[in-house]
């Protein structure tokens, strides 16, 4: 098989792509021999557009699925996606120039469903051509009825467990999206508001929300607040409505803040919901679902928000009753979706009960990559107030399996047996305990975050005909969603197994565009993964996710990083290819055993592979990407290119068979090496180097063990000094100006050295290893006068002067100038001159030859000419 000169790369990574048999990475649910290692992989939400920062993260997946693989796991490396949600309905909409309300809810699901299946697809293509060693033997699709009956068994399994309830209760609302919201989906942003200061009947509030005043239901100040004091339990009227609301004392009101009174309203905010739960307040609903005001703003009502803010206070200003406005910056919550302002209704809606310290505990029980990921889920658990509401008024996600009895008011849920099942074309197959046949459904849905929090769940098997595997090994994911979805998942798999969901989180960073700005189109920064791979490879692609940064912390995108990356797999084709061309003809004999013998440079060469090894695996066990492949990219381009090759290529050209094979053994085991530990990095290139030296694919292979008895540091210690030797002796021929296969005479090595034959192979010279002190000798061999000294001072004389000196023996000079000062005689006139007016040539003798000597880090090296 001749290789090619060039690495193709596109060529390449095409074949291997339509070669594999993906069933070499299927996970085998009937084996026991081997431990398993299950990867709950995120399901990404199916946009079409599989980003570079879903690639990073893959990638990151990848290395460890494949490495765990290697190393006799049984990987489970899933993929699932997470299908129902806002995005797709409005994606719909704008497709189909529809609402949602004007076709049926079939029609329209059935709508979403195939936008949905047909971006799946284009993502597929791209997790397939990036080489992601995908089992999708293990693939999942939430909206797809295998998937959601185990939502909504969850959901009737929690029920019975008491920690699903229904209730009135306040929630987070988006009134443009017209659903319910969880508060991990509510954004906050810092905005300029005005805040008001009224005439409130007898004492003075200040309120950022006017138009909540007919909401209004009580006014708040502090117990210690002398000035009001005297009002606490009385009513007041409030302005341009007349209604009478109480003053209640309470410790949280900040006397300092406004006029130090508040207005309670309905909901104007969370601390109005948790007055309005501690005083038990009245509920006044000033807003409806679409963010409109109601009746009970009499000749406001129908206003939307803003419409109504400014009516209002151009009407307390005509009255007199609005006495000041100040500029107020404040942190406005808006929907994740939409960036629409979010209200706080009460609604009655489905909810999940929190148990936050079951999840701080659980959290513990888990191993956190980074460490201080930790942290993060600790705080958002520990500002968690209110329980997790369920319930969304959409169409696209999982049914809520429930109906209300028409007669009784009964409230079905759907036996597990039932499920799958939608309520909205489905009626229960038994009849109401009062005997009523007749239901009216449940027409909200599941928040999408309840078919996500149960993948760890299912990728385990559960509610299959499975064997049951959870925990799961690894849950890999982004820091921007942990506190959905991994403080969701922990609390579903305390809740519906009692176990944790994973053993490991992996935490992966954002990509930043190269000019350090979060990618966005606005900004122009956006690349794709496939421009990388177009202009470049998918290995390539894949080395800068190994080396862009450390895992977790935020990763820049960088060309010059992937240039780097396809300079490096140039070099390596160019190592490989020499390799194989001392190598391929005689694999047999090469492959069947180490050789008797190993000269001192290959066990060198073996004894820094061996470390390398450990240290790679190392390096993987910790999930530190980009310290394995930097030394990978080290070993071979320095240490085996730079010198290793440099040092046998005269055994590999050579007569001396036994030499040579042990530097071919050396390369084949150095090339075998390679190819495993760049397989879970750069599948493509791997798979194209082992293909000639092994059977079968490279990722069915093992991972290199290490060979303690072959790393030895006395070994070490001579390889390294061969290697600085002939560093030097080339530097040396460059310097003298002699091409680099020039013949010297002689070189000795004042060293203790066992074995020096790769040198004289490298320097093409005899080299001799001696030990012991070298014995010098340095003799004159030339007097050059100083003609800044000698011409100044003698000038017409100067040129006799130099003319006698020159032709006098250096020996006889050197050995008068070391007494004093030298006198000649020039046409009969005795002159007289400093030692300065002449230096003196001089030249290493040892044993008898002139020689140039080499300080090679304190060893002596002589170089006979
Ligand atoms: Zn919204
Ligand atoms: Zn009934």
Request: aromatic share 10%; net charge negative.
């Amino acid at each position: 098989m001749t290789i090619p000169k060039e690495y193709d790369s596109h060529e390449i990574e095409e074949k291997w792509q339509n070669d594999w048999d993906m069933s070499m990475y299927h996970f085998d649910w009937k084996d026991e021999s081997r431990p398993q290692y299950i990867i709950d992989t995120p399901p990404p939400y199916p946009t079409g557009n599989f980003h570079i920062g879903n690639s990073l993260n893959w990638c990151y997946i990848d290395f460890v699925a494949r490495y765990k693989r290697m190393q006799g796991f049984n990987v489970m490396f899933p993929q699932g996606w997470d299908c129902h949600g806002l995005p797709t309905e409005v994606k719909v909409e704008e497709n189909h120039g529809i609402t949602k309300n004007q076709v049926p809810r079939t029609e329209f699901r059935q709508m979403c469903e195939e936008l949905t299946v047909g971006n799946i697809d284009k993502m597929r293509k791209t997790m397939h051509r990036l080489g992601f060693s995908t089992d999708w033997s293990n693939e999942f699709v939430t909206m797809e009825p295998e998937y959601y009956v185990k939502t909504q068994t969850s959901f009737v399994k929690m029920k019975d467990m008491d920690r699903v309830y229904q209730s009135e209760h306040p929630v987070n609302w988006c009134p443009r999206c017209e659903t319910a919201i969880a508060f991990a989906e509510v954004e906050y942003d810092s905005r300029d508001t005005k805040l008001n200061f009224l005439h409130f009947d007898k004492l003075e509030i200040a309120t950022t929300r006017p138009e909540l005043l007919a909401a209004c239901v009580a006014i708040a100040i502090s117990p210690e607040d002398e000035r009001y004091k005297q009002y606490i339990g009385q009513t007041m009227k409030v302005p341009l409505f007349g209604h009478d609301v109480e003053v209640i004392a309470d410790k949280d009101v900040d006397p300092t803040f406004g006029t130090g009174a508040v207005m309670i309203c309905t909901f104007g905010d969370k601390q109005d919901v948790r007055w309005w739960l501690e005083h038990n307040l009245p509920l006044r609903k000033g807003i409806d679902k679409s963010g409109i005001i109601t009746e009970i703003a009499g000749k406001y009502a129908g206003m939307t928000i803003p419409e109504c803010k400014a009516a209002i206070i151009k009407d307390l200003k005509s009255e007199g009753n609005l006495y000041e406005q100040n500029t107020l910056k404040q942190n406005v919550g808006m929907c994740w979706r939409c960036k629409t302002p979010i209200e706080i209704l009460s609604e009655k809606q489905w909810f999940v009960k929190i148990d936050n310290d079951e999840i701080l505990r659980t959290a513990d029980e888990i191993e956190w990559l980074p460490e201080y990921m930790k942290v993060r889920l600790q705080n958002w658990t520990n500002t968690m107030e209110w329980d997790w509401c369920i319930s969304r008024q959409r169409i696209f996600a999982t049914p809520i399996p429930v109906w209300y009895c028409k007669k009784c008011g009964e409230v079905m849920v759907a036996e597990e047996e039932w499920l799958p099942i939608d309520p909205t074309q489905q009626q229960p197959p038994v009849a109401c305990k009062c005997g009523c046949e007749d239901f009216e459904p449940e027409e909200d849905v599941l928040d999408t975050w309840m078919d996500s929090s149960i993948t760890a769940l299912h990728v385990a098997g559960w509610l299959s005909d499975k064997e049951m595997r959870n925990p799961t090994q690894l849950r890999p994911q982004g820091h921007d969603i942990i506190r959905t979805w991994s403080f969701y998942s922990i609390l579903r798999s305390m809740a519906l197994t009692g176990k944790k969901p994973w053993e490991s989180i992996l935490v992966n960073g954002m990509v930043l565009g190269e000019d350090g700005h979060k990618m966005s189109k606005s900004l122009g920064n956006v690349i794709s993964p496939e421009e990388v791979i177009k202009d470049h490879s998918a290995d390539a692609f894949r080395q800068w996710a190994a080396v862009g940064g450390s895992t977790g912390s935020d990763v820049m995108f960088r060309w010059k990083d992937v240039v780097s990356a396809s300079r490096f797999f140039t070099k390596m084709w160019s190592i490989y290819r020499f390799s194989m061309s001392h190598i391929e003809d005689e694999l047999a004999e090469i492959t069947s055993g180490k050789p008797e013998k190993l000269n001192v440079i290959d066990k060198w060469l073996l004894s820094n592979l061996n470390r390398l090894i450990s240290s790679v695996t190392a390096s993987l066990d910790a999930y530190q990407f980009d310290e394995a492949y930097k030394s990978i990219r080290g070993f071979a381009w320095e240490t085996l290119a730079d010198n290793y090759i440099e040092l046998v290529k005269s055994r590999l050209y050579g007569e001396d068979k036994e030499a040579r094979r042990s530097a071919q053994y050396t390369l084949y085991v150095a090339i075998d090496g390679l190819s495993r530990m760049l397989a879970p990095f750069a599948p493509f290139f791997a798979e194209e180097m082992y293909s000639r030296i092994g059977e079968r694919s490279i990722h069915v292979q093992e991972w290199p063990v290490v060979d303690k008895t072959l790393i030895d540091e006395a070994i070490e210690k001579d390889g390294e000094l061969i290697k600085d030797i002939a560093g030097s002796i080339r530097r040396y021929k460059s310097e003298s100006g002699m091409a680099l296969n020039a013949p010297l005479e002689k070189i000795e090595v004042y060293a203790s050295l066992g074995d020096a034959s790769d040198l004289t192979g490298v320097t093409n010279s005899t080299v001799e290893v001696i030990s012991g002190e070298p014995d010098f000798e340095h003799v004159p061999v030339n007097v050059k006068p100083n003609m800044a000294i000698i011409g100044p001072k003698f000038r017409k004389q100067a040129g006799a002067i130099i003319k006698t000196l020159t032709s006098m023996d250096p020996v006889e000079v050197a050995n008068i100038i070391s007494k004093g000062n030298i006198n000649i005689n020039i046409d009969g006139e005795d002159i007289e001159l400093e030692p300065e007016s002449v230096a003196i040539e001089k030249e290493v003798i040892s044993a008898g030859r002139a020689v140039d000597v080499l300080d090679v880090n304190g060893t002596v090296v002589v170089i006979v000419r």
